[in-house]
């Protein structure tokens, strides 16, 4: 479950906030979408809900952990971990294999043992479709594959929710269907799921409840099939 | 601690080290007591001034020899010692001397004045005229001290010649040693004359035919051993062995033999005037040894295989020189890269000014302030050990540029994925970021190894007698700047190839990831 309640971003070069009071609940183990145009805020949202920016007000909790907006720097690395996040851009580590890009966290935060790490994200890699893969360095994998990862690398955390900023932007359009498979394939496992999206067609089609933000304000929630662009 | 308690344990420390016996080993008459204790007497000169003064043997380079080897030893007995050689350029034995590196400096020193303040003078031993040399059957060479006006004119810095041709106008050309190059310029046609001690003119001129010395004496210089200040025990007790060693005949015995026996040394010892020269038998060998090179032949299988030892001990000094300098540039850049990228801001500016400081300034300036400067704060480094910190800090500042460079090379979401995942910025900078900056910066790093490697010869200044200035004292000794020049350039081939494999296999191994899976 995350909660968000009345979060307000600002940015020193900006003159309007980033985001404004923005306030929503997610269940546990559902699957939301952010649908919104280009600078409407969806990655700030989702860079502050995963603890990588400040906010000036409001509070975000996770499964019963608060994180408010007068706890500092350091309240945000209760989010670290808790949250998993699947940038745009990806960034896998490059020198990394597939498999080791998703023990290293396990290992080095969690001090899991190596055979340990490797027997679990070996696991959660067949699932996501890339069992031939493990041993592959990023450079050498496809789009589709190298998303999968990233995926594989956040859910090796255990976190209690997901964030992907713009899954399917950076894919071929005829993928869209695939990101929407795995994001299911990742529901059966109960984490919760917010997408970032400009996406239309792809929020009604992948997610069960859809956020509509507009410079940095939601205006308008609803089932994706009674949302109006 | 805080700042302020920290610099005043720093300038207690500085001060009570410089209290220290160490710095003031000379003082209250210590040094002859120690020369006697120890039984040995540290004697420093340069032998790259090379025949007849203090040389390899160029038939044997590993045994130095000339006249004043044999005069440091006939001191030292009298002194109840065995004499000891130490290295150090020549135009920096007085600071030597001073910074405490040995006993006394016995190398071709001059007496004048202004060297009474900064060291003791024992009597003269030696005195020789100034010889002009100038190519022969040049119909423009200058002959006399009026012709030397606005021409140029090789001689050695610091010295009465230097002194004589400027006094006359001439444009002088100095040399740090080497008589060997000082003359080669004059064959060549780059200098029209050089006016040296008539030693060196009688081993390096007149053993060359298309040079011709002109008759008669252009000044009168004196050599003089120098002791540091405030060692009159040491410098009287030198005094009574020369005394002694002139009065039975010994000094004349030995000036004869290396044929250096003049006039001005007869009437400084009080003995007749030479009548005609007798046999000089070390010059004579000095003539057969160098006065024609050598055949291929020989060079190949004789020469060249006696400097094995000699080249493979500094080979093993340079190469421990350049791998220990480079871990300390490492460490050290690491820490200057780490708190430029991440430090609050006056950390970065001071990390910064280090870093500007550090590499804008010349290394030769750094080595001559650990070396010689920080003896005046009571700081006294090992030769080793000074070489090591100067070539380490110099080298830190380019080390610090290549990994700032690898560092920014790494995009920042790399680090706030590792954030997000629950890495701390330590575990990030380790396991993340500093790995792909690596790759980066590794080619930079290998190209740095290999000029350490080149500037590691700048360390002879602080007496290291590593491959270059080994080079250059076996060149000068014998006489074979050509052939030991390729031999020097084979060893530093040999150390230098393995660091730059080493290097590849580094960069090959941190890009793995970037190559075609192998099959
Ligand atoms: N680091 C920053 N500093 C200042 N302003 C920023 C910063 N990051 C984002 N902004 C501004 O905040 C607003 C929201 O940006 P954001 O990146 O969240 O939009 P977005 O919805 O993700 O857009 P896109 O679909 O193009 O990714 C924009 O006006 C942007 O210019
Ligand atoms: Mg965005």
Redesign the pocket.
């Given at each position: 479950m995350i909660r968000v309640d009345a979060l307000v971003k600002r940015?020193?070069?900006?003159a309007a906030p980033?985001l404004r009071r923005v306030s929503f609940e997610v269940a546990s183990g559902q699957l939301v979408a952010i649908l919104?145009?280009?600078?409407?805020?969806?990655?700030?949202?989702l860079?502050c809900l995963v603890g990588l920016e400040r906010f000036d007000e409001g509070t975000v909790e996770v499964d019963g952990v608060a994180v408010r907006a007068e706890d500092g720097p350091r309240g945000l690395r209760v989010l670290h971990g808790r949250v998993g996040l699947v940038p745009?851009s990806l960034d896998l580590f490059p020198h990394l294999s597939a498999l080791d890009n998703c023990t290293l966290a396990p290992r080095i935060v969690k001090g899991e043992r190596r055979a340990d790490a490797e027997a679990r994200a070996s696991r959660l890699l067949g699932r996501l479709g890339l069992e031939a893969e493990q041993g592959a360095y990023p450079e050498h994998l496809s789009g589709g594959q190298r998303q999968r990862v990233a995926i594989a690398r956040a859910l090796a955390m255990e976190p209690r929710v997901l964030l992907y900023?713009?899954p399917t932007s950076s894919l071929d359009p005829s993928l869209r269907e695939e990101v929407g498979r795995t994001l299911l394939t990742v529901k059966e496992s109960g984490v919760t799921q917010l997408v970032?999206t400009?996406d239309w067609e792809f929020a009604r089609s992948a997610a069960e409840w859809v956020l509509v933000?507009e410079g940095?304000a939601i205006v308008r929630e609803g089932e994706p099939g009674q949302i109006v662009g | 601690m805080n700042a302020r308690s920290a610099l005043r344990a720093l300038l207690v420390g500085v001060a009570a080290a410089a209290a220290s016996p160490a710095a003031a080993a000379g003082a209250r008459g210590g040094t002859l007591q120690a020369v006697q204790q120890r039984r040995e007497l540290r004697w420093g000169a340069d032998v790259f001034g090379g025949a007849p003064y203090v040389f390899q043997d160029p038939m044997d380079p590993n045994h130095l020899v000339g006249f004043e080897v044999e005069l440091a030893d006939a001191i030292a007995r009298r002194l109840g010692a065995k004499a000891r050689p130490a290295a150090g350029a020549w135009d920096k034995l007085l600071d030597l001397l001073a910074r405490g590196d040995f006993d006394v400096a016995l190398n071709g020193i001059e007496v004048a004045e202004e060297k009474r303040r900064v060291c003791l003078l024992s009597r003269p031993y030696y005195a020789a005229g100034e010889r002009l040399s100038v190519r022969r059957g040049d119909p423009g060479a200058p002959r006399t001290l009026e012709a030397v006006k606005g021409r140029r004119v090789g001689a050695l810095p610091g010295s009465l010649a230097q002194r004589i041709l400027e006094r006359a106008g001439a444009v002088v050309v100095t040399y740090d040693g080497g008589q060997d190059q000082i003359y080669d310029d004059l064959r060549l046609g780059r200098t029209d004359a050089v006016l040296l001690d008539d030693p060196i003119a009688h081993y390096y001129a007149d053993v060359q035919p298309e040079l011709e010395t002109v008759p008669g004496s252009f000044g009168e210089v004196r050599y003089a051993v120098a002791v540091r200040l405030g060692d009159e025990a040491l410098r009287d007790a030198i005094d009574g062995a020369l005394s002694e060693l002139a009065r039975t005949g010994r000094l004349r015995a030995l000036y004869q033999r290396w044929g250096i026996w003049n006039a001005e040394t007869a009437a400084l010892l009080g003995e007749p005037p030479p009548a005609r020269p007798g046999l000089a038998e070390a010059w004579e060998a000095w003539r057969a040894a160098v006065g024609r090179p050598p055949s291929l032949r020989e060079r190949l299988l004789v020469r060249y295989p006696r400097t094995f030892g000699l080249f493979a001990r500094a080979a093993g000094l340079t190469l421990l020189l350049t791998l220990s300098s480079m871990a300390l540039a490492m460490a050290v850049g690491a820490l200057l890269a780490a708190a430029r990228r991440y430090g609050a801001a006056p950390v970065r500016w001071l990390a910064v000014g280090v870093i500007e400081l550090v590499r804008g300034t010349p290394l030769l300036v750094q080595l001559i302030m650990i070396y010689f400067g920080l003896p005046e704060l009571g700081v006294k480094l090992d030769p080793f050990v000074a070489g090591w910190l100067g070539l380490g800090l110099n080298y830190a500042a380019a080390e610090a540029e290549n990994y700032r460079a690898g560092l920014e090379s790494v995009p920042v979401g790399q680090g706030e994925v590792a954030t997000t995942l629950g890495l701390s910025r330590l575990q990030a900078l380790r396991h993340v970021i500093a790995p792909q900056a690596l790759r980066i910066a590794v080619p930079p790093m290998t190209n740095d190894v290999i000029a350490l490697l080149k500037d590691s010869s700048l360390v002879s200044l602080v007496t290291l007698t590593e491959l270059t200035k080994t080079y250059s004292n076996l060149a000068a000794s014998m006489r074979d700047h050509l052939g030991l020049g390729l031999v020097v350039a084979a060893w530093y081939l040999l150390l230098g190839l393995p660091l730059a494999r080493l290097g590849r296999l580094a960069e090959r191994r941190l890009g793995r990831h970037l190559r075609r899976a192998a099959a």
């Open positions: 940015y020193a070069s900006l980033a919104g145009r280009s600078g409407a805020g969806k990655s700030t949202l860079r745009q900023d713009e970032s400009h933000l940095g | -």
